[in-house]
């Protein structure tokens, strides 16, 4: 799985920086935990009725209200594409999901 790019791991963790630093390294580490989980299980996440551009999966962070939205396709490594807050409008936030340049 290529690494999520660091401006994913960090999007949720600058909201709550701020305020509660502890909270947000502890989102942005558990968002690096699940990268190798979902590479090793690509199917592990779930498939929402999201009306969404791109068929993605949806893997909870434990702990936390966020969760990864991830691409998969066959004989290509899994993509994380967003962090995105349980709170968030999901079909609007997800809109404008294209798939990321190789």
Known sequence: MRAPPRRLQTYGTRRIAREEPAAARGLRDAVVQA???IARHPDIGVVRDE???LPVRFV??????????YETRPGVLPV???VV???MDL?????GLRRPAP
Do not use: K
Not at 60 to 69: D, G, I, S
Not at 91 to 95: D, M, S, T
């Open 35 to 37: 990268s190798p989980r």
């Open 51 to 53: 009306p969404v551009p």
């Open 60 to 69: 909870p962070l434990p702990r936390y209200r966020y969760a990864l939205v």
């Open 80 to 82: 994380i594409l967003r």
């Open 85 to 87: 807050h349980g709170a």
């Open 91 to 95: 079909p609007e936030v997800l809109a």
